[in-house]
T-cell receptor, first 112, second 118 residues
Framework: LAKTTQPISMDSYEGQEVNITCSHN???????ITWYQQFPSQGPRFIIQ???TKVTNEVASLFIPADRKSSTLSLPRVSLSDTAVYYC?????????????FGSGTRLLVRP | GAVVSQHPSWVICKSGTSVKIECRSL??????MFWYRQFPKQSLMLMAT?????????EQGVEKDKFLINHASLTLSTLTVTSAHPEDSSFYIC??????????????FGPGTRLTVL
């Protein structure tokens, strides 16, 4: 059973900022939050990972409130090529044998 | 990020034959790898955990005699679909965790293998 809940789909336009929120009410103390992007017929691609507060890299930001029961992936100025499915996962990443269970993901459509 | 490769990228086979899919971690070692299956328009479903030097552990409902997993080295895991049938047609994806700074793993995924059974 997936430990996360995300909106099924979102629409946006080129150049806009997109925020995708994920709920993980039962996140454990050792769990980290990881977001992946998947295009059709490709494996998921790592986007960003964090434990608390804010993490930023060259493609996205991840906001995690103090209670860690949710997280928000922020994609600045999306383009058509950002149309994809985005998955939020939680897991004990200190344990290399920990299994990542995928939820339904969020299908993002970026329109011209 | 780390690179995980899969071979072949696609395969078509006749019903009843066996197909082997390889998963390699190219620039890091992985004592554990994971195998997923994905049907069209659906999410990834974890099939099994591949353990280097020991038996794989399978998720509930996954037939271990049908999906044979061998983790022969720290960089290679193979999934063999035995006596494949059309319902086994799917997109198979592997992943491997890489220990990053601070001993936090990041899972990297392979590009996937499209299996079509005629």
């Amino acid at each position: 059973l997936a430990k996360t809940t995300q909106p099924i789909s979102m629409d946006s336009y080129e150049g806009q900022e997109v925020n995708i929120t994920c709920s993980h009410n039962n996140i454990a103390t050792n769990d980290y939050i990881t977001w992946y992007q998947q295009f059709p017929s490709q494996g998921p691609r790592f986007i960003i990972q964090g434990y608390k507060t804010k993490v930023t890299n060259e493609v996205a930001s991840l906001f995690i409130p103090a209670d860690r029961k949710s997280s928000t992936l922020s994609l600045p100025r999306v383009s058509l090529s950002d149309t994809a499915v985005y998955y939020c996962l939680v897991g004990d990443l200190m344990d290399s044998s920990y299994k990542l269970i995928f939820g339904s993901g969020t299908r993002l459509l970026v329109r011209p | 990020g780390a690179v995980v490769s899969q071979h072949p990228s696609w395969v078509i086979c006749k019903s009843g034959t066996s197909v082997k899919i390889e998963c390699r971690s190219l620039d890091f070692q992985a004592t554990t790898m994971f195998w997923y299956r994905q049907f069209p328009k659906q999410s990834l479903m974890l099939m099994a955990t591949s353990n280097e030097g020991s038996k794989a552990t399978y998720e509930q409902g996954v037939e271990k005699d049908k999906f044979l997993i061998n983790h022969a080295s720290l960089t290679l895991s193979t999934l063999t679909v035995t006596s494949a049938h059309p319902e086994d047609s799917s997109f198979y994806i592997c992943s491997a965790p890489q220990i990053a700074g601070g001993a936090v793993d990041t899972q990297y995924f392979g590009p996937g293998t499209r299996l079509t059974v005629l």
